[in-house]
């Protein structure tokens, strides 16, 4: 079936601009992760969801960074006023429940001029 | 601090020969660990989870050891091919019970044919 889909898979924004992330978990999965990988590092995690409740958002930068899913689906990271320090790869992942494998996208590849 | 600590420098064997990865980490007490496997410009995917009350688990040519007292994970890879040359990267819940995956930065593995 299906995996994990996200889009934009590359994104380039000038300093300042508001970006929009869209991940397309697994149908059917509850948990959804969103993950900041810089370059030659692991993934860092920003945020989780368990259906559309946002659970954890400790690991979000920033005010600037804002993530949501309404219906219980597909989520969207956004960024506002970008900065270069927001240049990364950002990872959604899903999985059926907690402490069970993440599914993850390719990614969206951000980079802020 | 808590951290979570592979191996920066990448590994590299002949191949058919076994290689060995490490996962070390402090001042946690995880209910489980997690290893992925990355390709360059690919989102992680999941290899094996091992629980904290099991000490090794296998899958075809993989095999991962847990050592709570220890702190460390091992993943072997028996036989290994110039396929299996990625990025490998440990995954565990840091806050005891959150089960929210915090991910190393990973160890590159190179098998020259």
């Known amino acids: 079936g299906a995996g994990v889909s996200q889009s934009p898979r590359y994104k380039v924004a000038k300093r300042g601009q508001d970006v929009a992330l869209r991940c397309d978990p697994i149908?059917?999965?509850?948990?959804l992760f969103w993950y900041q990988q810089a370059l030659g590092q692991g993934p860092e995690f920003l945020t989780y969801?368990?259906?559309?409740?946002?659970?954890?958002k400790s690991g979000l930068p920033s005010d600037r960074f804002f993530a949501e899913r309404p219906e219980g689906s597909v989520s969207t990271l956004k960024i506002q006023r970008t900065q270069q320090e927001d240049s990364a790869v950002y990872l959604c992942?899903?999985?059926?429940?907690?402490?069970?494998?993440?599914?993850f996208g390719n990614g969206t590849r951000l980079t802020v001029t | 601090s808590q951290k979570i600590e592979q191996n920066s420098e990448a590994l590299n064997i002949q191949e058919g020969k076994t290689a060995t990865l490490t996962c070390n980490y402090t001042?946690?007490?995880?209910?489980?660990l997690q290893w992925y496997r990355q390709d360059p410009g690919r989102g992680p995917v999941f290899l094996l989870l091992?629980?904290?009350?099991?000490k090794e688990k296998r899958k075809e040519r993989l095999k991962v050891t847990f050592d709570t007292t220890l702190k460390q994970s091992l993943f072997h890879i028996t036989a290994s091919q110039p396929a299996d040359s990625a990025t490998y990267l440990c995954?565990?819940?840091?806050?005891?019970?959150?089960?929210?995956?915090?991910f190393g930065r990973g160890t590159s593995l190179i098998v020259h044919p």
């Open positions: 001042n946690y007490s995880p209910a489980y």
């Open positions: 149908s059917g999965h509850v948990s």
């Open positions: 992942a899903s999985s059926l429940g907690l402490d069970s494998p993440l599914h």
């Open positions: 091992i629980r904290e009350n099991e």
């Open positions: 995954a565990l819940d840091i806050a005891g019970g959150s089960y929210i995956p915090t």
């Open positions: 969801f368990q259906n559309e409740a946002q659970l954890d």
